[in-house]
């Protein structure tokens, strides 16, 4: 692993070192679990007491937290962003072992492979099928007929690829996703489910990354997209002619319905379900678990199934729990009142 | 791609034609993306305004929909099963190349293929396993010991069969799915949780479709059963035992724990999550994300977790967002009966 | 099959005899579906009518059981124990066929496989991967770079594990799951999302079974880890740097976040979701769906969504179908107290 002074961190960062520049950086660690020679950050100020006790060699911190520490600061600008790039830095991306093309994978004659490609043992790379230059795709990893992968991409073990999809550039999909299987379609009739033809596909845009168990269905007309820049977790479910925009961020067991439209930079928590057919503006935020069953304007925050704006709902959900104390309240009120209510006319009729 | 005039669709999905009955359609697209060629549909009457504005050279409307149209008009009985069969007509269904046994496929010495199959590259069919004619496994999937495929299935790439599940004819099981793992069974004793054989197995039923990545637990004691016809979405979870009637549809990422008996035509909505050992009737709706924790009759229409009456829930879901203000209400009713109390007995301290 | 007396049966689970000792045991049923030489059990009393039904040839009951049954019994402290003890006895656990190291099967010369492993076809053991004694490894599966897999271990068709990820012994991981995919992590900066690399892994500790279709993720900084015993349903989603304390129980399609920390002997309902940096007790009982957003304390029994203590929950998630007559009540009360207040100043004005 390599080792960096603080300075020379701070420099490539483009931030300002508070105390010593030249302690050893040579890895990265959280606050409490840092110990000599890792860099630690402080992206939340309610942590700053960790400060004292962390055995971190340096924290990165932001611009206006400056304290009188102990420990070496390096002072930047978005302390999680330069955190990043540190790691980038010290430890650099995941490696890949440069294998060509093994003679154990089976590449159709008609698919054309770009250059400097390693394609893995028991890789199918189906007819009329293309791949662009420099992909890694991993063993086991079915690439269908007339599919288009772009360069840079990594596709993991046992990703399936359905036919003529479209994979942009520096995609990555991780192991054991599903791309371009049928839409969820059938017209029922006397009872039956009949099949629909799906003959829309799938596209991902570059910059993309899937991730692992995901599946992704293809359109039924049209084309199901996933926009420029858009990350998905784990075992995500996304229905047929669905349009997810750019730069958004899809946490695992999210699951959207078909022909649902999403604006760009959305972020959609855990196991979040959102029906077809809804237009999501841009840069929402939608909490974990919610239901979303209705249009979502632009920079609205909701949460809660169904799902409603976020300040009303998280006082709305967590008063759920004082649903018996309110019910007996309204019994004890209806008596009072009954009583109330008697003793005036029992005074009544005594007046009588 | 074939193109037919609107007189011949309408005469293949036994409708009339009002317009020009001459129009060429070569394929199909929803009203507000139709163009030059496209047939659309009229499922749903508040999509009618719609009619004015689309591009679409036909457009499938219901029986009781007769409107003075520019566009012509398909009048079909059931306009989304006339859809399907249109786009069947023009498009037909998935393609798949004739490929027969790859030998970079590994079948078993007493495994049986039935006549006209394609086995691609990667295959496993274990021993003993029996596969019917004209099915297409593609590459990656493992066909277990002892399991029984019918005719006319369609299994997908890196789908998992474990050993002796029982799979009926025209069959279609989507990739990364796996059928017949063990079930979740242990007896926690002392602390420790001692795996329980996991006997039963997996038995879908003719004209059954498995969406992606889903998992279909084999059962302890009996089977567990998806009976013929119905469909289930991607990545769903089925309980070891449970038994779903024929002709359902499970959407996406709904979850049924074991031991669960459900009827005929069930729909079930994405994220739905059922506990084991409930009886669910027949034709029962659950609306998506709900969570159903007691036994459900026939028709019902449910939803909420608890999953409750549609009309019901639908009102009492609704109104969790006034939770806050109906709090309030009641705080300022007790105050206000405190105030009429107090008064009345300050009333009779003064008659005193 | 193999044939036992309820005496032989007894005497393996230290059990007691009521009635005939000589009747004949081959297999295990449920009460309602037992048969002819069928043993069943009884491990909650609600169900203790079918023992008058029941066709079984024995039944397993608790100590404090004690009827005049007709059907002979079995006496066990813990008869769901005797029951899998039984279940063990009859059916073994599941048999994997000898295959030994398949020529089909890709190893890296500088991998290292221990004695007695059968490796399938088209596995995939990367470079410097271990593997230990007795492992059975199925078509398909992927064994990273660096992995180290202990003895004993089963590892089902088509699963993926990335590199250096740790697995302990008699670990079982189903078909399709994917161990060590990078975590979901990334810095925003100026609306990119930038990938942090994630240069923690995962460890699968000794006895732990993971579900079909799981995604576990590799930690950023440190690892994700099962510990010892722990059991996983199918398509459950764990975060990066998750630690699952020993001996736990997750039900299919639970979703955990990043950073959490649970006890041991916690039971986590199907499709629970726990958000990230959490601390969960030890021996936490969580149900169906849940939502957990707080830290949770030893020995707590909590559901909904959020999550609250059972008790309070089991009452407050039930009256939500009570909400539109509580609202009514709220109006008819406020009117009632109109009526009451402007009776009041009426009379007043009338007195002046």
């Not at 093309?101 to 790379?125: E, M, P, Q, W």
Request: with cysteine.
């Amino acid at each position: 692993m390599p080792t960096k002074t603080l300075e020379e961190v701070a420099r490539y960062v483009n931030g300002r070192v508070f105390g010593d520049p030249n302690v050893k950086i040579s890895s990265a660690a959280t606050l409490n679990k840092a110990g000599d020679g890792d860099i630690s950050f402080l992206a939340n100020l309610k942590y700053e007491k960790q400060l004292r006790t962390t055995k971190a060699s340096a924290v990165i911190v932001g611009k206006d937290t400056i304290t009188d520490s102990k420990v070496p600061l390096l002072v930047a600008e978005d302390p999680y962003f330069a955190f990043m790039q540190i790691m980038v830095l010290l430890h650099g991306h995941r490696k890949h072992k440069k294998v060509g093309i093994s003679r154990l994978a089976y590449i159709s004659d008609s698919a054309k492979i770009g250059a400097d490609c390693d394609i893995h043992n028991f890789v199918t790379v189906a007819d009329d099928a293309r791949v662009g230059d420099r992909c890694i795709i991993y063993p086991g990893a079915y690439i269908g007929e007339g599919v288009n992968v772009g360069n840079d991409c990594i596709i993991y073990p046992n990703v399936t690829i359905y036919d003529n999809c479209k994979i942009g550039n520096r995609v990555i999909i991780n192991a054991n996703s599903a791309i371009g299987e049928d839409g969820f379609g059938f017209a029922s009739h006397n009872g039956l489910h009949h099949k629909i033809p799906q003959i829309g596909s799938v596209i991902l845009e570059d910059d993309v990354e899937i991730g692992a168990c995901c599946g992704i269905e293809r359109g039924t007309l049209g084309d199901t997209i996933i926009e420029k820049g858009t990350k998905l977790g784990d075992l995500v479910a996304i229905g047929h002619g669905t349009r997810i925009g750019p730069h958004c961020l899809l946490v695992a067991q999210v699951g959207i319905s078909g022909s649902t439209i999403m604006g760009h930079h959305c972020i959609v928590g855990g196991q979040v379900g959102i029906t077809g057919h809804l237009t999501i503006g841009n840069s929402v935020m939608i909490g974990a678990q919610a239901g979303v069953i209705n249009n979502v304007g632009d920079n609205k925050v909701i949460f809660g199934s169904p799902a409603i704006d976020a300040k009303i709902a998280r006082r709305a959900y967590s008063m759920l729990k004082n649903l018996p104390d309110m019910r007996k309240s309204i019994h004890d009120l209806e008596k009072q009142i009954a009583e109330l209510e008697q003793k005036k006319s029992t005074k009544k009729k005594k007046a009588k």
